[in-house]
């Protein structure tokens, strides 16, 4: 029996002897720490939401974001160290923007996906990396396949989701929300239920200050993502 550590966390490149990578642990661990991120899929429209911790009130309204457009019909929400989320989102625009420079189309979300969790894979496997402190969450819709959500991981695993959520109170918002059969929910009623999740911790987490930051992508929007503030 081994305690945590015990000189195997100093690289993502050494293994325990029970085959855990523990560097990848304390990014998930960081990435948790973070504001509640929630995101739920419907009939026709995906909402995701964001708990967005530390506002200070002079700060610019726009400070702080953890929800992002990343190129028309794709929004992204990011849970964890907001300089890590950065170095991620502006990773994902830049893979969307060469693949329409290169093609004259827009990316899938799957594809999207499948580049986005390549890199944070990569960052586990070399001693001269660390993993992200990041949980991802990214949306998106289109005429044929309809609404799409899916997580992707501190260790980069990417899984489908109808719903999910991380952070600080995750886990009570996921219970909240595995009450619910959302993928026959309407874009009104989803964001109804997201309102209504969200307003149960409508309460400063420790003492912090917050807000909730929305963003909606769907029919309803005509495909694109929307995103506004809930002060």
């Given amino acids: 029996m081994y305690s945590e550590g015990m000189g195997f966390d100093l690289s993502t490149a ?4 029970n085959g855990r990578v ?3 642990d304390y990014a998930t661990r960081a990435a948790e720490k973070s504001g509640t991120v929630m995101g739920i899929r419907g009939k026709d429209s995906v909402v995701l939401a964001v708990q967005n911790l530390y506002i200070n009130p002079l700060f610019d309204p726009e400070a702080n ?23 991620v989102v502006e990773l994902t625009r830049l893979e969307a923007a060469s693949f329409r420079s290169r093609h004259e189309r827009a990316i899938s979300l799957e594809a999207l996906c499948e580049r986005v969790d390549s890199f944070l894979h990569a960052q ?7 993993p992200f402190a990041v949980t991802i969450m990214l949306a998106g819709w ?10 992707i991981e501190t260790s980069g ?7 999910s959520s991380f952070g ?6 996921q219970r909240e929300m595995d009450k619910f059969s959302f993928n026959n929910f309407p874009s009104d009623q989803l964001m109804q239920m ?10 400063e987490p420790n003492g912090k200050s917050f807000r909730w930051d929305v963003g909606t992508v769907g029919a309803q929007t005509k495909g694109l993502f929307k995103y506004n503030s809930q002060a």
Avoid at 14 to 17: D, F, G, L, N
Avoid at 124 to 130: E, L, P, V
Avoid at 142 to 151: F, N, T, W
Avoid at 194 to 203: C, K, M, P, Q, Y
């Fill in 194 to 203: 997201a309102t209504e999740i969200t307003h149960n911790f409508d309460e």
């Fill in 168 to 173: 600080e109170a995750g886990e009570r918002a």
């Fill in 14 to 17: 050494q293994y325990a002897p």
């Fill in 157 to 163: 695993t990417t899984t489908e989701r109808y719903s």
């Fill in 65 to 87: 974001k953890r929800i992002f457009a990343i190129d028309g019909t794709i929004g992204m929400a990011v849970g964890g160290l907001m300089s890590d989320c950065n170095v």
């Fill in 22 to 24: 523990f560097q990848i």
């Fill in 142 to 151: 289109d005429e044929e396949k309809g609404p799409r959500l899916y997580q």
């Fill in 124 to 130: 586990t496997m070399y001693s001269g990396a660390r």
